[in-house]
Nanobody, 125 residues
């Protein structure tokens, strides 16, 4: 059974930091792009960051550029999201996902096949 399990969320004050982890089990995703998405109440799911299977190429949405860093450790089958300078508008459930297609670099939620349950991030002002 394939599982993606996020951890590391919580409550933090504006300007603070959190590090999210996403551990995969059941299969390896070393050939797949991994993405972090977020979804706030009443809003659509949006891509936060993605990292290519090679671990070198990354892409960020404008609203997190310069503040968030995505990384991966294929040996541990784990993806990370370091979040710095957090803002109240970053409050959301953060989910990790695995691209459906090996060696692709997809950016749309529907292009990701496996999803975690999410971890809540709440930033207070």
């Amino acid at each position: 059974q394939v599982q993606l399990v996020e951890s590391g969320g919580g409550l933090v004050q504006a300007g603070g930091s959190l590090r999210l982890s996403c551990a995969a089990s059941g299969r390896t995703f070393s050939s797949n792009t991994m993405g972090w998405f977020r979804q706030a109440p009443g809003k659509e799911r949006e891509l936060v960051a993605r990292i290519h299977w090679n671990g070198r190429d990354t892409a960020y949405s404008d609203f997190v550029k310069g503040r968030f860093t995505i990384s991966r450790d294929n040996a541990k089958n784990t993806v990370y999201l370091q979040m710095n300078s957090l803002r109240p508008e970053d409050t959301a459930v953060y989910l990790c996902a695995a691209d459906s297609t090996a060696y692709a670099f997809s950016r749309l939620p529907q292009q990701y096949e496996y999803w975690g349950q999410g971890t809540q991030v709440t930033v207070s002002s």
